[in-house]
């Protein structure tokens, strides 16, 4: 419900900055893999975009905000998105599909779609 979007976004504020400490801190330890500290960042970010997504009151017009979150989570850690601009939309199929099946439960299509729209480093 519209009046309910400012605590809920508060609360997932307070999430994000909590998920970035921990990724910085991942991300500092040389005892984590390269690959572990990747995946992880993608958790992150595909978890905040649908959250946003799902809180956002605007059915059209959250969607750039929510892929800059990506973008800049990704990208803090060098991570950078390719094939997938913050403007237009990513592709459908998968884009819609993979939010949708990360409600209801199943994260990993958008985060495989994320994972393979990232420039190798």
Not at 88 to 108: F, K, S
Request: hydrophobic share 40%; glycine share 4%; net charge negative.
């Amino acid at each position: 419900m519209p009046e309910s979007v400012g605590v809920e976004m508060v609360s997932i504020a307070t999430a994000i900055r909590e998920a970035i400490e921990a990724l910085d801190s991942l991300h500092r330890d040389r005892h984590v893999t390269p690959s572990d500290r990747l995946v992880t960042a993608v958790k992150v970010a595909c978890s905040t975009l649908e959250a946003v997504l799902r809180v956002h009151p605007y059915a059209n017009g959250n969607g750039h905000a929510c892929r800059f979150i990506v973008w800049a989570t990704l990208g803090r850690y060098g991570y950078w998105p390719r094939n997938w601009p913050i403007e237009p939309r990513p592709p459908d199929p998968p884009y819609t599909a993979a939010i949708v099946q990360y409600r209801n439960g199943d994260p990993v299509p958008l985060e495989e779609f994320v994972l393979t729209n990232l420039v190798p480093s």
